[in-house]
């Protein structure tokens, strides 16, 4: 079982940036790929950015490669997701996630994660 809680949304100007943290309860943490998603108002949960358990690969949504960075620190159970140049569209609730995907495609899929965590609120104004 892993438990996890979000913090560090908030409200940020457009070309601000802010850095979303995820701690993570359980001592199996470190098994975890781990994901963040976002789901704006009216629409569909999306991929964010992903990290494998080991930290040696990420992915990121195209839209946000270059301006978005996600890592861990497994001797903390957190991952971390450092946003910069952010953008109106960017405004979401943002979510992590835990699972064990297998293959590089499943890291983009919100069904190949196990634990949520409750998501944290960004909001960027223009």
């Known amino acids: 079982q892993v438990q996890l809680v979000e913090s560090g949304g908030g409200l940020v100007q457009a070309g601000g940036s802010l850095r979303l943290s995820c701690a993570a309860s359980?001592?199996?943490?470190?098994?975890?790929?781990m994901g963040w998603f976002r789901q704006a108002p009216g629409k569909e949960r999306e991929f964010v950015a992903a990290?494998?358990?080991?930290?040696?690969?990420?992915y990121y949504l195209d839209s946000v490669k270059g301006r978005f960075t996600i890592s861990r620190d497994n001797a903390k159970n957190t991952v971390y997701l450092q946003m910069n140049s952010l953008k109106p569209e960017d405004t979401a609730v943002y979510y992590c996630?835990?699972?064990?995907?297998?293959?590089?495609?499943?890291?983009?899929?919100?069904?190949?994660?196990?634990?949520w965590g409750q998501g944290t609120q960004v909001t960027v104004s223009s």
């Open positions: 996630a835990a699972g064990l995907p297998y293959r590089s495609s499943d890291y983009q899929s919100p069904a190949m994660y196990h634990y």
């Open positions: 359980g001592r199996t943490f470190s098994a975890y790929g």
């Open positions: 990290i494998t358990w080991n930290g040696s690969t990420t």
